[in-house]
């Protein structure tokens, strides 16, 4: 190898190591995105979400809790601004998890039966939380 094309050896290596990271970057940040979308969001636009993990945002529909007798698994409605989605849910429920309740579920809706699979549901902490803190303050 000449001394001509050493320099151009080494700029070479340096742009093909620098693809390769910005190549494995890219392709990590796409698997782990996730959608953040309200229930009635959701609802208007099912076929561009179906079948990916997704964080919905919405109310729990009162009375709509339902328990499979001797199982964890739960059936459950939620809404946003007059949009209903049912929701199938295995797993503890959350303790703040009560009628009217803003819930964010994560899991995957089926398109093809209407539901939405939660895999994890969080909740927001309830009003009279935020009242006494508002109390508290000088």
Not at 25 to 42: H, I, N, P, Q, R
Not at 84 to 91: C, D, K, L, N, P
Not at 126 to 132: M, V
């Amino acid at each position: 190898m000449n001394k001509k094309n050493k320099p151009l050896l080494v700029i070479s290596t340096i742009c093909l190591v620098m693809g390769a990271f910005v190549y494995l970057v890219l392709s990590s940040a796409g698997e782990s995105m996730v959608y953040y979308k309200t229930v009635d969001e959701l609802l208007n636009d099912t076929g561009r979400f179906a079948g990916q993990s997704i964080r919905v945002n919405g109310a729990l529909v009162p009375d709509s809790l339902r328990q499979k007798p001797g199982t964890d698994q739960y059936r459950f409605k939620v809404s946003k601004r007059g949009k209903i989605m049912e929701v199938a849910y295995a797993g503890v429920l959350p303790d703040a998890m009560g009628d009217g309740q803003d819930v964010i579920v994560h899991g995957i809706f089926s398109e093809k039966k209407n539901i939405f699979s939660a895999t994890e549901i969080l909740t927001k902490c309830p009003s009279k939380y935020e009242a006494k803190a508002q109390s508290i303050a000088p």
